[in-house]
């Protein structure tokens, strides 16, 4: 064992004194689904309230952030992206609180005992894609312009611990092929119409700062970053399809699901 796991699983058995349960069992999956060290996987599941009650916050903090981050009690309330955008719309908009709120439900039901498969197939998705798919956005398209340096910073860290926690699923989640229809199904669908067929008045995509805007509310979908934002959400819902079914895959070989 390397320093590196000799301290971690210390830190995990400090943890352990004040937030103790019983853990699901870790069956060896290969490092491409499983990539966390079995320490930080047993640490995050022991930390499951406090994180879903983090991710919970962050939903909150995030329908804040698309409503133009309003400070005062004055209408009009809701601005920003949300404040463009039909009410209808609003599930297809904040795609990044959406997901935080999936994983925070997903931790809940699965301390609760649950049976909630479809939500944790969802909640991987959105952990991966959105996790993934934020700190390209900032740091490629549209850099730290702009932007308090703080909340730049703190979005790509915040959004590569949401990839982070997706590696915390497959301990207590079975992926079956139904559940991962379904997360394939919403975030597809997301792609279709945040990007190539709004059905509603749009867009429906999170605004980049890397496309001006040709009218109020209406950013440039002729320059590069849009392209580029669109084809890096499709290969990201395609990495987490492939993961989640490889991880279904790896379970039933070990006879786990």
Known sequence: MSAVSRAGRRIERAVARYFDAS???SEGLPVYVAPLPDWLEDLGLRL??????VNLVGTLFGF???AGRPLEFAPPLVEGQLGAA?????????DSPVATMFIG????AW???????????LAFFGCIKLGLWTP???????????????????L???????????????????????????ALAWYGFNDVVDYFWPVLEGPHHTWLRAEPFVAPGVPDHAVLAHDLAAAWAVVLTLVATFLALATRVEKVKRGGA
Request: overall charge negative.
């Open 23 to 25: 853990l699901p069992e």
């Open 48 to 53: 499951a309230w406090p994180i879903a009650l």
């Open 64 to 66: 804040w952030y698309y």
């Open 86 to 94: 039909p009410l209808l719309a609003y599930p297809l908009v904040p």
């Open 105 to 108: 439900l997903s931790l809940a």
């Open 111 to 121: 301390k609760l005992d649950v049976d909630a498969g479809p939500l944790h197939a």
């Open 136 to 154: 390209f956005v900032q740091l490629v398209l549209n850099g730290p312009g702009g932007i308090a340096a703080w909340l730049y910073w703190f």
């Open 156 to 182: 790509v860290l915040s959004h590569l611990a949401m990839a982070v926690e997706a590696f915390l699923i497959h301990r207590y989640a079975r992926f079956t092929v139904g559940s991962v229809a379904v």
